[in-house]
């Protein structure tokens, strides 16, 4: 069974790719619950690089690149948990982001007062 997309020359994630990301995104659930972003960030190039691999153009002639539709089914429910994993982990991030935008903002404002009005801590 071929999709449009592989017709179009994009190879679809594979099995194997798929149970990669998915452990991928196991450990990133983890890891964004301990709130480490540095490894949380290195995790995600990991990803990364599988999902770009993944909409690379296919190099093997038309037709070779056809899906059983058992696979297809297991794709789906792969990406679907990935995809589940992906809303927990925002759940993490995204207001640890709010956050550090904040304190980016607030750090900014406090510059900008200090600048303007620091000549009067030291009167000379």
């Known amino acids: 069974m071929t999709t449009p997309k592989q017709k179009a020359g994009t190879r679809l994630l594979n099995l194997r790719e798929a ?24 995790i995600e190039h990991k990803a990364a690089a599988i999902r770009d691999a993944a909409s690379t153009p296919m190099q093997e002639p038309e037709g070779t690149g056809n899906t059983p539709p058992e696979n297809i089914e297991a794709l789906t429910e792969l990406i679907g948990r990935i995809q589940r994993l992906d809303r927990e982990i925002r759940d993490y991030v995204e207001p640890a982001h709010e956050e550090a935008r904040q304190q980016l903002t607030s750090e900014i404002k406090g510059r900008s007062v200090r600048a303007a009005y620091g000549g009067l801590d030291n009167p000379g």
Do not use: F, G, P, T
């Open 19 to 42: 149970r990669a990301l998915l452990a991928l995104y196991e450990s990133m659930v983890e890891i964004a619950r301990a709130r480490d972003w540095e490894r949380l960030a290195e």
